[in-house]
């Protein structure tokens, strides 16, 4: 397997293995659709959504609400309105990480300079803006099931754990794939988020995804791969997935109504906020079936 992704898509390439997600593609996973039932994979947004304590969390204020029109606002022709406005970080709740959010030895994603990432522009190469709206074919792999139930904190995913999860879903993920790996954790219900400890995948595994070329990997923890970290490194699978494979990671999905379907592949949909040069973005993605 190649050490990286570097240059595969040209020197200019800021999307990196979504670039495996072709027409083709898209009208494969469509054909997968039988029941048309839609499947909502996201947690709901609000100032109780779990975040690290070195986050803020979401706020939300009301521009205007009905009680404007009980303190006398006008309401001309009868018409009444609401709006909000929403304060909240990239990385909240359920949201995919872009090519820029981790990286390492100064560089980004295919060799771009990680200096180009700054506090008051953004990241000028490789931004959430760049990664464009994602359909394609989902592959559950559901580790809580093949386990016996959810996995405990610290908890390392394998190989081996993704090869059997593989054969209840009917077959390893392939090329352009978005896989998404249930753990049980999200439905342990956790009252914080830290990045102390939980459940997720080892590096091992994270290479095993990317050596079958998956476009993204996704799952139901706040971090996707395993916590505490192996002796001697530091975010590992973020470090040689986004940065070296360019695949981004889909973090704090809600699969449990997923897994209930008996679904394990399906059409995948989603699109990031495009934020220029974001690090991340809430999203609300779908699996429709």
Excluded at 7 to 25: F, K, M, S
Excluded at 27 to 45: H, I, M, N
Excluded at 152 to 164: E, P
């Amino acid at each position: 397997m190649s050490e990286n992704n570097w240059n595969r898509w040209g020197a200019e390439d800021e999307r990196g293995a979504l670039n495996h997600i072709d027409a083709e593609a898209v009208k494969r996973a469509a054909a997968l659709v039988t029941s048309g039932q839609v499947v909502c994979l996201a947690q709901p947004l609000s100032a109780r959504t779990p975040s690290p304590p070195h986050r803020a969390g979401m706020q939300h204020f009301m521009g205007r609400s009905g009680g404007d029109y009980a303190a006398g606002a006008r309401r001309p022709g009868g018409f009444q309105f609401a709006e909000d406005t929403l304060l909240m970080p990239a990385h909240i709740g359920t949201h995919i990480d872009a090519l820029c959010h981790a990286w390492y030895d100064d560089r980004l994603y295919n060799g771009f300079p990680g200096s180009g990432t700054r506090g008051t522009t953004g990241a000028a190469r490789c931004g959430i803006d760049k990664m464009g709206p994602i359909a394609g074919r989902g592959i559950l792999l559901d580790i809580a099931t093949v386990r016996g139930g959810p996995l405990a904190d610290g908890s390392a995913i394998g190989i081996a754990d993704l090869v059997q999860a593989a054969r209840l879903a009917g077959g390893e993920p392939v090329k352009g794939d978005v896989v998404l790996i249930r753990t049980g954790w999200a439905e342990r219900a956790p009252a914080t988020v830290s990045f102390d400890t939980e459940p997720g995948i080892e590096l091992a595994a994270a290479l095993w995804l990317a050596e079958r070329e998956v476009a993204v990997v996704g799952a139901d923890n706040f971090a996707v791969e395993v916590l505490p970290f192996a002796a001697g490194t530091v975010f590992p699978v973020h470090q040689r997935l986004i940065r070296d494979f360019g695949i981004p990671l889909l973090e704090g999905l809600v699969l449990k109504l997923l897994a209930e379907t008996g679904r394990y592949t399906f059409m995948f949909a989603a699109s990031p906020l495009p934020v220029l040069g974001g690090t991340g973005s809430p999203i609300s993605p779908m699996a429709i079936l």
